[in-house]
């Protein structure tokens, strides 16, 4: 198998042929619409304005409260110690991983 890569890519180098297309290629990617980055970019605001929709009325805002409520209110009751520094280093990372996130979106 190997073998025969080796001799594909031998013949390959030796017979290859470079075509001067005295700049078409770069024409014809210059004239092709750019709808898609419009679509892409409606789509996407389409998407989060429903996203946040959605979070306000389901009382997303509640819900997380609540949870991190319970959460913490469990980790004092097993007996850990919630360090005030850990905590802030936990949000200011979990902030940057979402922060990242959205903007991968865009």
């Not at 190997?2 to 031998?10: A, G, H, V």
């Not at 290629?25 to 996407?44: E, F, I, K, Y």
């Amino acid at each position: 198998m190997e073998n025969d890569d080796t001799l594909i890519e031998k013949f390959f180098a030796s017979n290859r042929q470079e075509i001067a297309d005295s700049g078409f290629t770069r024409r014809v990617m210059r004239r092709l619409p750019d709808h898609s980055s419009l679509l892409a970019r409606v789509w996407t605001v389409c998407c989060c304005a429903l996203a946040v929709v959605l979070f306000v009325s389901l009382n997303g805002i509640e819900l997380i409260g609540n949870t991190l409520r319970e959460t913490f209110h469990g980790m004092l009751e097993s007996g850990a110690q919630a360090d005030p520094q850990s905590l802030v280093i936990a949000g200011v990372v979990l902030l940057y991983l979402l922060y990242r996130k959205i903007a991968s979106l865009a």
